[in-house]
């Protein structure tokens, strides 16, 4: 139930029909673990917990720098040398008193991962890196979690959504022996550059293929890669199979 001033914060969501005081409900019971605090993170963050999502994890290990401002909005110059984590808190509290965040101010590893995705209903991959991307996919995978996924690097951002052994995986799309290759999924993007306002762009998607999961509504990303091209403006979505071979996912592994 939501109380008095819940429904007094959320009632622009409320006047939806598709959402109503039970959708609304429904967003206060979920739970969702964000990897992750830097560019992607910070909109999706900012727009779960300001949408009332309840319950919101948050994994990091990374400290504020000063290159980091020019596009994680949830940071400002007096946060540098900060633990992300411990700031994103703050400001995310001081955002929605209403919702719980939880911070593991650390880097993710095959040792806690499992322990750590346990505790919630979806699971963001806002990372930079491939490592850990199929780490989170490794582990969503065994542990049946839906997994969304957003990558940025210069001016293109992708996002997509995985429901294990329903839909293709991160590695039926990107196999983990083709890393070499260089794909945005799969670059680092502080070895890319990226154009500030694409994780804006990307994160926002992100958080509302999360959001309308939560509430069942519309269509997500499941079985499809959304690619944006900010310097053309142009949005694709191309169809991504389940690959039985997959090393994950697949049936015939
Ligand atoms: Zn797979």
Redesign the pocket.
């Given at each position: 139930m939501l109380n008095k001033e819940e429904a007094e914060r959320y009632s622009r969501h409320i006047l939806i029909d598709k959402i109503g005081e039970k959708g609304q409900e429904k967003i206060k019971r979920s739970s969702v673990l964000v990897v992750g605090a830097g560019g992607l993170g910070s909109p999706i963050l900012m727009y779960l917990v300001s949408s009332g999502v309840g319950r919101v994890g948050i994994v990091d290990g990374d400290i504020v720098s000063v290159s980091n401002l020019s596009r994680q909005v949830l940071y400002a110059d007096k946060d540098v040398g900060k633990k992300k984590v411990f700031v994103a808190k703050e400001k995310l509290v001081a955002m929605n008193p209403f919702a719980k965040i939880d911070i593991y101010p650390e880097w993710l590893d095959c040792e806690t991962a499992p322990h750590i995705f346990r505790k919630y209903d979806c699971i963001v991959d806002a990372t930079d890196n491939f490592e850990t991307r199929y780490l989170i996919n490794r582990t969503a995978?065994e542990l049946n979690k839906p997994l969304f996924i957003g990558a940025v690097g210069r001016f293109t951002g992708q996002a997509m959504v995985v429901i294990p052994h329903k839909s293709?995986?991160?590695?039926?799309v990107f196999p983990e022996k083709e890393k070499e290759t260089v794909h945005l999924m799969t670059k680092r993007n502080a070895s890319l550059g990226v154009f500030s306002p694409l994780v804006g762009v990307i994160g926002t998607i992100v958080a509302n293929e999360v959001l309308k999961y939560i509430l069942g509504i519309g269509k997500n990303l499941i079985g499809k890669l959304l690619i944006y091209d900010a310097m053309n403006n142009e949005f694709s979505i191309i169809p991504v199979q389940?690959?039985p071979n997959?090393k994950?996912?697949?049936t015939k592994k």
């Amino acid at each position: 139930m939501l109380n008095k001033e819940e429904a007094e914060r959320y009632s622009r969501h409320i006047l939806i029909d598709k959402i109503g005081e039970k959708g609304q409900e429904k967003i206060k019971r979920s739970s969702v673990l964000v990897v992750g605090a830097g560019g992607l993170g910070s909109p999706i963050l900012m727009y779960l917990v300001s949408s009332g999502v309840g319950r919101v994890g948050i994994v990091d290990g990374d400290i504020v720098s000063v290159s980091n401002l020019s596009r994680q909005v949830l940071y400002a110059d007096k946060d540098v040398g900060k633990k992300k984590v411990f700031v994103a808190k703050e400001k995310l509290v001081a955002m929605n008193p209403f919702a719980k965040i939880d911070i593991y101010p650390e880097w993710l590893d095959c040792e806690t991962a499992p322990h750590i995705f346990r505790k919630y209903d979806c699971i963001v991959d806002a990372t930079d890196n491939f490592e850990t991307r199929y780490l989170i996919n490794r582990t969503a995978v065994e542990l049946n979690k839906p997994l969304f996924i957003g990558a940025v690097g210069r001016f293109t951002g992708q996002a997509m959504v995985v429901i294990p052994h329903k839909s293709a995986c991160y590695n039926c799309v990107f196999p983990e022996k083709e890393k070499e290759t260089v794909h945005l999924m799969t670059k680092r993007n502080a070895s890319l550059g990226v154009f500030s306002p694409l994780v804006g762009v990307i994160g926002t998607i992100v958080a509302n293929e999360v959001l309308k999961y939560i509430l069942g509504i519309g269509k997500n990303l499941i079985g499809k890669l959304l690619i944006y091209d900010a310097m053309n403006n142009e949005f694709s979505i191309i169809p991504v199979q389940k690959d039985p071979n997959c090393k994950i996912c697949g049936t015939k592994k």
